[in-house]
């Protein structure tokens, strides 16, 4: 991602690798094409051809045209697949960049289309021998009226903030441990001038996150907890916003042990963490006054000689204790330290985003992510008005105060899981007796690792959780 580079022209738009995005055929400019080309242009319109193909041998240029559409998601979506289909064939056919001539009524659908050409220019090779992981394709020129500057690089930002994340993902948990993903954030802190903190095991001992340390008790490598802080100079909110990323590196269920398709992906576990890590720093990039504080408890979950094992009574970091019933329930005891620690912010909302059960998979499939809380309708509206609007949707759950019955101990304050349903939302409950009020919850347990290709991205990582909350951060409304 880091050479594909976004630039905002004025000057006359040069008729090379051009793609012009029109509405209807009596928007293009009659002068820039010959006869046979606008009857062939009108012919392909007329038989709902989206993308129009011209092959000037040495060059191309698209005309990009979808029918109308009432809701203007669909139709932001639908431009994104364009977008998308588009850089496959600049991809097969070499072309390095494009000039994109803008001639839409709603800056949104151009947006959309740009999103959609660039999300589909990430790759992941690291590890391929004989491949290049950089893209040929490096340059997207773009001639708009109503587009500026600024929307621009924003675009620009949020694409490269999700390709980190998707980097971060994609390696392996052997690379890739819980002080290596401590050392990442970091290294944003010092890209983009924020404060980062790391807790090492002595200083996590000292306060005593007891559901982070037996979770790293199986472990050969020590837990970290790092807090993230962008605080502008004058910022919107009196209150800040803090957001608590699952950062399980790797996922083996420890003792509960999962089948062996299952751990197939589990360095994927701390995608949450990874989504978190870089909002915050798309946000400090572009420079939104908004205060945010990250919160990202770190280890992996692993069998060993000194491992927590089902039937364990550990006592967490606010002095609950808690009946471990299933190791492989890990992320809410890491997540319910954090949220615990988060009270001393006295925040005005609380966002959690973790890879967290399988029960969100089994609810609603990968198509969407799973969202509940205690925030209130507006604020949980607000987060699946941001989920359409970048196609990252959520599917709202109910968080009922009786689905938390389920997680009362006969010998300890509660149990680690819940009963046989509704898993997701028990997980939400027990996250929300340790978490500052409000709340929201989001699992991402599907939609953050795929193992099947999508016009957005190859195999693996989508980097998801980034974009939806940039946009959800980007419109937030402080009470103050």
Known sequence: MANLIFNLREEKPQLVNSVFIIESFDQLNKEIFSERELDYILHQIESKKEIIYLNYYYHWNYIVITQPSEDIYTRMQEYRKLGSKLFKHASENEVDFVNIIDNMSDPNLAIAFIEGLALSSYSFNKYRT??????????????????????????????????????LVNEPASTLTATKLADEAMKIGYEVGIQVQVLRKNEIQQIGMGGLLAVNKGSVEPPTFTIMEYHPKTPINSKPIVLVGKGLVYDSGGYSLKPTDSMDDMKCDMAGAAAVMNVIRAMARIGYPLHIIGLIPSTDNRIGPDAYAPGDIITMYDKKTVEVLNTDAEGRLILADALSYAKQYNPELTITLATLTGSAIRAIGERASVAMGNAGNDLLQQLELSGYRTFERVAIFPFWDDYAEELKSEIADLKNVGGKYAGAITA??????FAPKPLIHIDIAGTAFLKKATEFGPFGATGVGVRLLFDFLKNFKPKN
């Open 130 to 167: 004989g491949f290049n992981n950089k893209s040929r394709f490096t340059r997207i020129n773009l001639y708009s009226p109503n587009i500026t500057q600024q929307m621009l690089e924003e675009v620009e930002v949020v694409i490269e903030s999700t390709f980190k994340a998707r980097d």
């Open 428 to 433: 939400g409950k027990f996250l929300e007796k």
